[in-house]
């Protein structure tokens, strides 16, 4: 049985108003992509796998067109070469916007299926931030999404997709996916799938799957930052073929109405406020590290990550014990090389990606350290890690590479929304900062032309029952 395995995925923001070029993505090919999931569950099933191409994405700006074209078209390039095709396993995101495209997923998949015609079966795994149009369902027989945020299923989630791309060859089965778009948009801070109403909204999908005739289901909360047509949440249920398809739907539409239902009740996992005021309860509390996720910066998914506001506040607040982790700026770096380890030197750092929600702010500090990928600087006691390229700092293991033990600091201020495991289990404490920037937590305040609406919670006055 011979299986295509490969994909294109960004997490696209729309509100950053830069483009994402082809020099951003990592693309895997060949023996190196052989080496991946879900390729390495179909070679262990004996499966004969052809690689296309993937790409390991970063969430950023709208991807650049040529960027995209140059991706689509090596991709084709490879199923046209593979002589017999029996099917194809992808792996998308499901929030890639293009330049002059839109929806690349859709743009994608209609011209794999125009290659490929309508008999070989496709299976997708996407990202559980996904913003999924009713009619990537006319292309994919399988969709399935991971089921926790932050996600720990990643590899689990591919693996699934192509053992349930082969059963439905081996059973000779035409599935079918269902998709049901409850009017619901939220940041996915607001939906952490450990935590309530989320955690029991997400435990109907197991119901769901013990369901004679479905395969699968999914729930995915959308990307919030893509003023899209199709932003927001979607339900899908996989039908076994066409004899399921109306039991697919009204399963779809239960765990849709509850997502709906519970809209209200969705709140962040910890506690929120201000930059100053996240940083006046630091200082008073006495637990370390106190992390402060400057959420209107959070650099995963797709802001700038050099608005220094929060750098600004910790000065204004005489803080003398905290890092910040970290602001994109190589000019910054380049004259920290010039000067060494150690010298003090005057600085204009952030402000020159996000002009929009920040501006440059002039420091004085000591350069603490230099790396192959950026620096450190001593700013009245806030150490400040400065990066030459797009970096989540996600784990204490990533502060390390730097020379910070966070676990010794007082305050860590991370671009983030909520922490990633790495970190949660060093916090001892941690705040949501609602500051501004492409990943503005508070929505309302964005401006969206293209979003279908009503749409909550940019609109509350409205009603929505799922249709059977």
């Not at 080496?35 to 969430?59: C, H, Q, W």
């Not at 009245?380 to 400065?386: E, F, S, T």
Request: negative net charge; contains cysteine; aromatic residues 6%.
């Amino acid at each position: 049985m011979h299986i295509v395995v490969g994909g294109i995925g960004h997490e696209s923001n729309t509100f950053n108003p830069a483009l994402t070029p082809i020099d951003s993505f990592r693309i895997l090919r060949g023996k190196e992509l052989l080496k991946e999931e879900p390729a390495r569950t179909l070679l262990s099933m004996g499966m004969d796998v052809e690689p296309a191409i993937y790409n390991i994405p970063f969430a950023s700006a709208v991807v650049d067109r040529h960027a995209y074209s140059y991706l689509k078209s090596e991709f084709i390039r490879e199923i046209e070469k593979t002589s017999e095709i029996d099917g194809i396993c992808l792996t998308l995101h499901g929030a890639m916007v293009v330049e002059g495209i839109g929806c690349a997923e859709i743009d994608l998949l209609k011209t794999i299926r125009e290659t490929i015609g309508e008999d070989v079966l496709i299976s997708a795994s996407l990202d559980l931030h996904g913003n999924i149009p009713v009619e990537m369902a006319d292309y994919v027989n399988i969709l399935t999404a991971y089921r926790t945020a932050p996600h720990r299923d990643v590899i689990e989630t591919r693996r699934k997709s192509a053992k349930l791309l082969v059963e439905a060859i081996q059973k000779g089965l035409k599935p079918k996916s269902v998709i049901i778009r409850p009017p619901v948009l939220l940041p996915g801070e607001y939906v952490v799938t450990d935590v309530e109403p989320a955690a029991s909204v997400y435990r109907m999908l197991e119901e769901v799957d013990k369901t004679p005739g479905i395969m699968d289901s999914s729930l995915l909360v959308g990307m919030a930052w893509a003023d899209v047509p199709h932003a927001g949440a979607s339900v899908i249920a996989v039908a076994e073929d066409d004899e399921y398809v109306e039991e697919a739907r009204k399963k779809a539409c239960k765990v849709a109405k509850a997502y709906w239902d519970n809209r209200m009740k969705f709140r962040l996992e910890v506690e929120s406020g201000s930059p100053k005021e996240c940083i006046q309860t630091a200082i008073d509390s006495d637990k370390r590290p106190f992390f402060i996720s400057d959420s209107g910066d959070n650099i995963t998914a797709g802001a700038a990550g050099d608005v220094p506001i929060m750098i600004e506040e910790l000065i204004s607040n005489k803080v003398d014990d905290a890092v910040v982790g970290g602001i994109i700026d190589r000019r910054a770096i380049n004259a920290c090389r010039e000067a060494g380890i150690g010298a003090t030197i005057k600085l204009e750092i952030g402000g020159k990606l996000d002009q929009i929600n920040g501006y440059p702010l002039e420091v004085k500090g000591k350069i603490l350290n230099l790396t192959e990928n950026g620096a450190v600087i001593r700013v009245d006691g806030i150490d400040v890690i400065l990066t030459a390229e797009r970096t989540a700092f996600t784990s204490p293991e990533d502060f390390m590479a730097y020379g910070i033990d966070v676990t010794r600091r007082k305050i860590v201020v991370v671009k983030l929304g909520y922490l990633f495991t790495g970190l949660k289990k060093v916090a001892s404490q941690s705040m949501i900062a609602l500051t501004p920037g492409f990943t503005n937590l508070l929505i309302e305040k964005l401006e969206y032309r293209n979003l279908r609406r009503p749409m909550f919670p940019l609109d509350k006055d409205f009603q929505w029952h799922p249709s059977i």
